[in-house]
């Protein structure tokens, strides 16, 4: 009950803080969103070097004084909230004790606290390119970017979901640059600590990348403005779970034939 009453005060404050293209835990967003705006940065603005980086136990992992002072920092400075929000998180768990760093699993303000974490990253990325202000804001097109071209900044796009995210590039190099950038940052800012196996950068023309439970890759595509679309398909780990429930389904109908698990059966395959 306590965890419900502070979410419900701090979340619309939250959300007038956060970046518009981080999409997991949040009101009216969901994976369609962010699977879509992946999408149309492959398809309408040609950026086919994404940076994947793997954050290793992020709920387990995150640091404590660190989400503290970033509350502060968003605009939530009420003490004595924040001293019973640490105490929320420092709550005794049965045969672990008290926990040093994480957020508490299934812990109804988990998900805001995570997002709260990492939306420090989210505009640290942003405002490298996609919110960098310049005076060129508006220029003769109604883009900023072409002039951004010209300087050495480097080309770059985030789409989160929790902690998983993808880092969108123009050129390979940039997307080397970025994947150093954003380990050290996560490293040295959030006290995360990234897979070094997980974390690559990948062509998407060459190579497929896994997001959401979707494996997305650049194919070539005959009149379109880069050459190349998005084509997607279920991972192979989510083809494993969704044959499993399918199977599952099949049984019960096998068990009890009747409307009732007939209709069941169609919302598991709709799913």
Known sequence: IFQQCILQILEPICEAKFHKHSYGFRPNRSTHHAKARLE?????????????VDIKGFFDNVNHSKLLKQMWSIGIRDKSLLSIISRLLKAEIDGE??????????????????????????????????????????????????PLKKTALKECFI??????????????????????ALKDFLRKRL???????KSKVINLKKNSSEFLGFTLKAVRKGKTRFGYVARSNMSKKAKVN????IKEAIKVIKR????????????????
């Open 242 to 245: 969704a044959f499993l429930k």
């Open 40 to 52: 149309f940065l492959i398809n309408q603005s040609g950026l086919h070097h994404c940076v994947d």
């Open 256 to 271: 009890k034939p009747c409307i009732q698990t007939v209709w069941n059966f169609n919302t598991v395959v709709m799913g």
């Open 191 to 197: 006290h995360l600590e990234t897979s070094e196996e």
């Open 97 to 146: 004790g008290v926990p040093t760093k994480g957020t508490p699993q299934g812990g109804i303000l988990s998900p805001l606290l995570s997002n709260i974490v990492l939306n420090e990253l989210d505009w640290w990325v942003s405002d490298q390119w996609e919110t960098f202000k310049s005076r060129y804001t508006y220029a003769t097109n109604g883009s900023k970017y072409q």
């Open 159 to 180: 789409i989160r979901y929790a902690d998983d995210f993808k880092v969108m590039c123009r050129t390979r190099s940039q997307a080397i640059k970025m994947n150093y």
